[in-house]
């Protein structure tokens, strides 16, 4: 059920809390079957040591401010969705794709391109 795991490997992991967490391998013994992860949690970094190898498995690196078109995630669930829309948003880019979807995450700050600039291109303008 699960893989080889080595230093340096990104996972989603289940450390008890019912969902999972985006993480990096720092240890995997195969003959005890344990593996402890690393994980960022609130900005503070946390080391979960882990013998549930089910609850473990690799995600892809989706850099550092993910992608611009989900559709393009390797493993399209629940928790990727939200971690690519994570990253996007820390990096101020609010508008996401998922195919022809288009998600947008409130970031409950001024933009410039909402400026009055826009707003005039737009004015009595069929859409």
Do not use: C
């Not at 490997?9 to 402890?36: N, R």
């Not at 498995?57 to 990727?80: F, H, P, Y």
């Not at 971690?83 to 022809?100: E, K, V």
């Amino acid at each position: 059920m699960f893989s080889e795991f080595a230093r340096g490997d990104l996972v989603w992991f289940d450390p008890g809390i019912g969902y999972v967490l985006p993480g990096e391998v720092i240890e995997f013994h195969k003959q005890a079957q344990v593996i402890t992860v690393q994980a960022v949690i609130n900005n503070v970094t946390k080391t979960f040591t882990l013998n549930n190898l089910s609850s473990v498995r690799t995600r892809q690196d989706l850099g550092k401010t993910g992608v611009e078109d989900m559709i393009q995630l390797n493993d399209l669930n629940e928790a990727s969705l939200l971690w690519n829309l994570r990253l996007r948003y820390d990096s101020n880019l609010i508008y996401t794709y998922t195919g022809s979807i288009l998600v947008a995450v409130n970031p409950y700050k001024m933009f410039d391109n909402y400026g009055l600039d826009a707003v005039a291109q737009y004015e009595n303008q069929i859409l």
